[in-house]
């Protein structure tokens, strides 16, 4: 697999520097995910992300009738590799707020309960040794050596990642807008959050001959992304202490510290909310230069 130069001058170069870089990373994370390192499912889901924020904000570039199916399986793939992962990930965070609580308020053996939950040793997705798994790398490989470009990738690079990037702005701004009025308040910050970390990947994309235009890009919207992806875990954590105090109460076990958790995990998601729009203000101010 070749890789072209970084200092790109089509469209092309930098996309196709992008696909073949992340699709390394995958292939890396991957064989740590069957080596049984932890850290190996966080990072193949990232490498996931960043091939399908490629292929959907530079997707003018690309024949869709190839690139979409893929971006699909690649979709698929996160999802598959996210429910070991996210367990853990909430069983960590439980125990942390569960060692902040205070003796008289931690009441029945939630401890023990969180570790018999969530820290199980991590097994290998069955995904990965699926049909589906292969032919989805079969056809990441033929992506990356043959990519499937439209005349648009042609264009300069520096000019066209410039206004896609720009694009990917305007859907956050789209997300952030409708926060009010949205029924479903929770359900719109998770929106802004994906719309945001997909600017994120964009402005990565864009790095190489973005400049320092690109690096501020990525940098706000990593900050945006933090902060969203640290409140979209408050929710998470919530529907798991949920779950967890049904299932104490049907053991005979106390419920109290678990409503005590799950209202802290509130009152965390509630602050944040009150912190959004100071941060929303630092964002646009460095993404307004964009034009």
């Not at 969530?118 to 990441?140: C, H």
């Not at 510290?257 to 646009?284: C, I, K, N, S, V």
């Amino acid at each position: 697999m070749s890789r072209p130069e970084p200092d790109a001058r089509t469209a092309a170069d930098l996309l196709h520097a992008r696909l073949a870089t992340q699709l390394e990373a995958l292939d890396r994370e991957l064989a740590a995910v069957r080596a049984g390192h932890p850290e190996g499912v966080h990072q193949a889901r990232i490498a996931c992300r960043r091939l399908r924020s490629a292929l959907a904000t530079f997707r003018p570039l690309f024949d869709p009738d190839v690139t979409e199916p893929v971006r699909e399986e690649l979709r698929w793939l996160g999802q598959s590799l996210s429910d070991s992962r996210d367990r853990y990930v909430v069983g960590q965070r439980l125990l942390h707020q569960l060692a902040d609580e205070p003796l008289s308020f931690t009441v029945g053996p939630i401890a023990s309960r969180l570790r018999s939950t969530y820290l199980s040793p991590a097994e290998v997705p069955e995904a990965l040794d699926s049909e589906r798994f292969t032919d989805l790398r079969v056809r990441l490989g033929l992506l990356v050596d043959d990519p499937p470009w439209t005349a648009k990738a042609d264009r300069r690079a520096a000019k066209a990642a410039r206004k896609r990037v720009r694009a990917d702005v305007a859907r956050v701004r789209d997300r952030y807008d409708v926060l009010d009025t949205a029924p479903d308040h929770d359900v719109a910050m998770h929106d802004l959050r994906k719309a945001a970390k997909r600017l994120r990947y964009a402005a990565e994309t864009w790095e190489p001959v973005g400049g320092e235009d690109a690096s501020c890009v990525v940098a706000a919207a990593k900050l945006l992304t933090s902060h969203l992806g640290d409140r979209q875990d408050t929710i998470v954590s919530r529907a798991h202490l949920v779950a967890l105090a049904r299932e104490a109460d049907a053991a005979g076990e106390p419920t109290f510290t678990y409503g005590r958790l799950h209202a802290r995990e509130q009152l965390r998601a509630d602050a944040m909310d009150a912190e959004l729009p100071d941060l929303w203000e630092r964002f646009t101010a460095v993404v307004r230069e964009l034009g």
